[in-house]
């Protein structure tokens, strides 16, 4: 088969693509807490394993399976600051882009056909495409599975490389285990087909090989095996899932998406038409001698639906196989508009033959120095080049901190779950929390259930009151919590505004201040950090 990659065809088209699949410049709740964590990391010269930063688990066992990622991220910060961490997010989208881009090549689809999934790819992408660890599993994984499609559609590939792959992956983020998945499932696939073949067990046996070297690669790290059990502790039913959305079944995702911003549903439409388009193309051509590409995206197709955070991971899995059967049906058509269109008279145009190999030309005919010009307006109008990152000042306690720094407030503050590392940032070390988004590294599941119990107003909620030594208790003003707290005898409110509600001890000095509770106005806008 004719083999065209967009690197060669249409590289000007593919940066343009690239710079709408990273146009979305916001921080991730976790971002704060990378970046101090890494920068932590350097300035001790090793990786933290004892937490600092809470009170409800302090001096616990921390097995942070993203070092390397926050290490990447403080250096770039430290460097360049949020200038470097938007190019860096914008190096990761490029490769796992361009990696998509060359798996689809290897199925021989036009251009056409690439450009236009492609497209489709990188606006469901926006939304996942963050200052995230995540960025590393995206990137791996599209380039595992561009070494697979290789293997699969041409028989050979230097798959050894999944090694030194896997190796960084189990350093960078924790879905190194998509990794392993994706290994096993295309080893399986293979072996199966040359067993019933008749082909024997030779490939099945290196790719099994493979898999496992691969998989025992993930175990170099300075956490060695704690590495897998903290994967293991997030995968499991944990009762954070139900208040982090990256977790929610994608359809209940998109209905909540739906009321609470309609706008961006298009973002979720997107992947799902891909998902969709995969099996509708797979069942009207079912033989496209890629089962084993077709069986991980079936997978991975399955794990979008149970968990949100599964989706880009799909879209990734989707392409090669889907743009393989897309390129199968139009062939056919192609074949069958111009048997018809066929006339005996000499000199008659073949019209589906000559759009045929106008779709498999060399070059694209779009002038490229115009391409690249609105890709590069457009990056400049997304911010990828400007030193401020916005902060949406209704989702994080941006009042409420500059409140606590005027008036000297310090302790162990009981915390909105998506604001721990934010307050790390900002108040650490003087002040410690009861709970951040390392839910899965650090803090108990018992530890869990207990903020949970006061956060959305359980009526033995107040019993996290009496456990831990809490000074403040700072809340979303949405959070159900904060009736009962209002009602806990000895706290008294001190602080409020359109986000966030804080309390303190009623024998406190900031509790006894005239004025108070103070009702604050939140600032027109913040920026990062």
Known sequence: MRRISLLHYAPALLLLLIVAADSGQYPDPDL???????????????????????????????????????LVMAI???????????????????????????????????????????????????????????????????ATLALLARHNYRGRAHLWLVIPIMALWGNLHGGFIIGIATLAAYTGVVGLQDLMAGHGLERGLRLGALTVAGTLATLISPYG??????????????AAHPIIA??????????????????????????????????????????GDDLPLVTIAAMMTLAAFAAVR??????????????????????????????EDAVPTAGAPPHAASAEALDHSERSAVNPWL???????????????????????????????AFMRSHGLRGNILDEFGWGEYLIWHLAPGSKVFIDGRYDSVYSEAIVNQYLDLDLGHPDGLEVLRAYPNDLVLLSLKAPGVSLMKSAPGWKLVYYDAAAVLFARANSAV????????????????FFP
């Open 32 to 70: 704060w807490g990378h970046l101090r964590f890494g920068q932590a990391a350097l300035a001790s010269g090793h990786v933290v394993t004892v937490d600092k930063y809470s009170y409800s688990a302090a001096n616990a066992a921390w097995r942070n399976h993203e070092w390397l990622t926050e």
């Open 225 to 238: 095996i704690d590495n897998w059990l903290v994967v293991i502790n997030a995968l499991k039913v944990h």
């Open 511 to 526: 509790a006894q201040l005239p004025g108070v509770p103070v009702a604050g106005a939140l600032p027109r806008e913040a």
């Open 76 to 142: 770039a910060y430290n460097a360049f600051g949020v200038v470097g961490l938007k190019l860096w997010k914008f190096a990761c989208v490029a490769v796992t882009m361009v990696l998509m881009g060359l798996a689809m090549a290897e199925t021989g689809a036009s251009p056409t056909i690439q450009l236009n999934l492609l497209a489709i790819a990188a606006l469901a992408m926006i939304p996942q495409n963050q200052f995230r660890p995540q960025l590393f599993t995206f990137m791996f994984l599209a």
């Open 371 to 401: 391409v690249v010009s609105v890709a590069v307006a457009m990056a400049i109008i997304a911010g990828l080049f400007s030193p401020r990152l916005a902060v949406d000042v209704h989702e994080y306690p941006v009042g409420a901190v």
């Open 310 to 339: 599964n989706l880009p991971l799909a879209i990734i899995a989707c392409m090669a196989p889907l743009a393989r059967h897309t390129e199968m049906i139009v062939a056919r058509r192609r074949s069958r508009d111009y048997v």
């Open 246 to 287: 990256d977790w929610q079944p994608l359809l209940h995702a998109l209905i909540e998406q739906v009321r609470a911003y309609p706008q961006t549903v298009i973002f979720f439409l997107g992947g799902i038409a891909i998902m969709v388009s995969f099996v509708v193309t797979f069942a009207r051509s079912p033989r």
